[in-house]
């Protein structure tokens, strides 16, 4: 079964920072718009970014702006979400998935052809 693999996840203090990165060996990602989701304890899932398959379409929720930079190196077969300034708030399973030729024109789930298994990024103190 195709799938991405997600790694970067871990703890890290109020105002740190994290760079996730998602990655396959079993297809050529540049195909695909990258989108990020999170998953916190008790809540639903929800869209984060999203980069289109060129790379000249970004997109992010409202709560991460300014905070977070999706990118892709396609060279690498790899997508990037750098977070900084982080909060206790962005505490969550963090999922990557990818959607033949997207363009993100939204965060929604509805769409992406394969998805991560997750990592967990918990922001504390």
């Known amino acids: 079964q195709l799938q991405l693999v997600e790694s970067g996840g871990g703890l890290v203090q109020p105002g740190g920072s994290l760079r996730l990165s998602c990655a396959t060996s079993?297809?050529?990602?540049?195909?695909?718009?990258i989108g990020w989701f999170r998953q916190a304890p008790g809540k639903e899932r929800e869209g984060v970014s999203c980069i289109s398959h060129s790379g000249d379409s970004t997109i992010y929720a409202d709560s991460v702006k300014g905070r977070f930079i999706i990118s892709r190196d396609d060279a690498k077969n790899t997508g990037y979400l750098e977070m900084n300034s982080l909060e206790p708030e962005d505490t969550a399973v963090y999922y990557c998935?990818?959607?033949?030729?997207?363009?993100?024109?939204?965060?929604?789930?509805?769409?992406?052809?394969?998805w991560g298994q997750g990592t967990q990024v918990t922001v504390s103190s």
């Open positions: 079993q297809f050529t990602l540049n195909y695909y718009a």
């Open positions: 998935a990818g959607d033949l030729f997207g363009d993100c024109s939204s965060l929604s789930e509805n769409g992406y052809d394969y």
